[in-house]
T-cell receptor, first 114, second 112 residues
């Protein structure tokens, strides 16, 4: 079965640079979620989109922005990167109109800021 | 073996024994709960879920118990195998599929 695809899998950036993370949800899924997981931490919700509209917002810094496109893929844009932004970034997708709220997670993008 | 609340992040069990991982959630309005398994360097993998109108749900070798009175969730893994080694997270969802709030994970290690 098709899974959530994230790219790139690994990314190394320097402080104050920008980064763009991409997420391709499972086909027919209409909702995308972004989570940030620091070392030894639980995943923290950043932002979600349903049908290309922002549906919920969590602890996402103002330096970050995201959007969902007409083909339902999503991009997380990160600017003025800081050392503390080093983390695993997960994208998850779900089919909101379905009976289950189950979110399927991608393999993650490991961002290292030096 | 059994973990106690969120203050014991590591649980070690003997292969073949049953494991019990506990989780306390905070929001009484949460209506949907999921257990995820996360192996090193990978994304969280769905194990089992339960809605707030249920007390127990069983899957293959796993059982989730929900006690709404004390806002407690547990995951029972029967006949623990080496492949069960991972970090286990509980997550709660409040009023719709908007976001999941994850609890602190428990690292399960299997002793041969």
């Amino acid at each position: 079965a098709a899974g959530v695809i994230q790219s790139p899998r690994h990314l190394i950036k320097e402080k104050r640079e920008t980064a763009t993370l991409k997420c391709y949800p499972i086909p027919r899924h209409d909702t995308v979620y972004w989570y940030q997981q620091g070392p030894g931490q639980d995943p923290q919700f950043l932002i979600s989109f349903y049908e290309k509209m922002q549906s919920d917002k969590g602890s996402i810094p103002d330096r970050f922005s995201a959007q969902q496109f007409s083909d339902y893929h999503s991009e997380l844009n990160m600017s003025s990167l800081e050392l503390g932004d080093s983390a695993l970034y997960f994208c998850a997708s779900s089919y909101r109109a379905g009976v289950s709220y189950e979110q399927y997670f991608g393999p993650g993008t490991r961002l290292t800021v030096t | 073996g059994e973990s106690v609340g969120l203050h014991l992040p590591t649980l070690s069990v003997q292969e073949g024994d049953n494991s019990i991982i506990n989780c306390a959630y905070s929001n009484s309005a949460s209506d949907y709960f999921i257990w995820y398994k996360q192996e090193s360097g990978k994304g969280p993998q769905f194990i089992i879920d339960i809605r707030s109108n249920m007390d127990k749900r069983q899957g293959q070798r796993v059982t989730v118990l929900l006690n709404k009175t004390v806002k407690h969730l547990s995951l029972q893994i029967a006949a623990t195998q080496p492949g069960d080694s991972a970090v286990y997270f509980c997550a709660e969802n409040i009023g719709g599929a908007q976001k999941l709030v994850f609890g602190q994970g428990t690292r399960l290690t299997i002793n041969p």
